[in-house]
């Protein structure tokens, strides 16, 4: 909106009809996903660790990196149910004081870096066991790819984080937008970048490396001595991971 993210408060008032009534608020749903999906995260990755560590004794930095991941997923969900609960995020724009509207911008910021450190640093994980069960099998060229492929993970972890934390000058300006008091003692002194065209390009890129990362084992699986069944079986495995 001009002057800032939340829209004036005629605006909010027009919008409010008795389809979405005042003081409506959602239940707990978000809540319970997260929770379950944080559960079920680190089961896998518990049992990873037992596997690798306690089981075949053959751990690396694919799996130190899976639990750095694991802390950040951690930290996304316990912001999102904070947001979902406590900070705004269960009720309507029109519902939200100022005081509440700046505190869902600091948790939306503190849920984007989470998200872009944690789903950065699981693709790493994954590209570097690739990188360790590629080793002296297949030509030079997948390793290769998978060294590009991690670079450009952190290059998108550098260059988003740094847009989430310095679009805005000053990066207080991130949260107190929304306020419009603060606009109007503030009118002209504050400046930030395209928030929703920034979120689309970091979406954007993020799914092509989604894909990159999934699509490289098929790479991988062409060039190993195993059967055809062995293959189909392991493509299916990999198949989860686009899903």
Request: proline share 3%; aromatic share 12%; with cysteine.
């Amino acid at each position: 909106m001009p002057g800032g993210l939340h829209p004036p408060p005629e605006l909010l008032k027009a919008w409010q009809t008795d389809q979405y009534p005042h003081g409506e608020r959602r239940d707990y749903s978000i809540v319970v996903i997260v929770t379950i999906f944080g559960v079920l995260a680190v089961t896998t990755v518990a049992a990873r660790l037992w596997a690798r560590i306690v089981v075949n004794r053959n751990s690396g930095l694919d799996d130190a990196l899976i639990v750095v991941a694991l802390l950040f997923t951690i930290g996304l969900a316990i912001s999102v149910i904070l947001g979902s609960r406590l900070y705004g995020f269960d009720r309507h724009a029109w519902d939200l004081s100022f005081a509440m509207a700046v505190k869902s911008r600091e948790i939306t910021m503190a849920i984007e870096a989470h998200y872009i450190i944690a789903t950065g640093i699981t693709k790493i994980s994954i590209l570097c066991f690739y990188r360790r069960i590629a080793s002296g099998t297949v030509a030079n060229w997948f390793l290769y790819s998978t060294w590009a492929s991690i670079a450009f993970v952190v290059a998108y972890m550098i260059a988003f984080l740094g847009t989430l934390f310095f679009g805005c000058s000053p990066i207080s300006a991130f949260w107190n937008q929304v306020d419009q008091q603060w606009l109007v003692t503030h009118a002209g002194k504050w400046h930030c970048i395209n928030e929703p065209g920034n979120l689309l390009a970091a979406s954007s890129v993020s799914i092509v490396q989604d894909f990159l990362a999934c699509g490289l084992p098929y790479l991988l699986l062409r060039k190993l001595q195993m059967s055809r069944r062995q293959k189909i079986a392991l493509t299916a495995v990999f198949g989860v991971g686009i899903l």
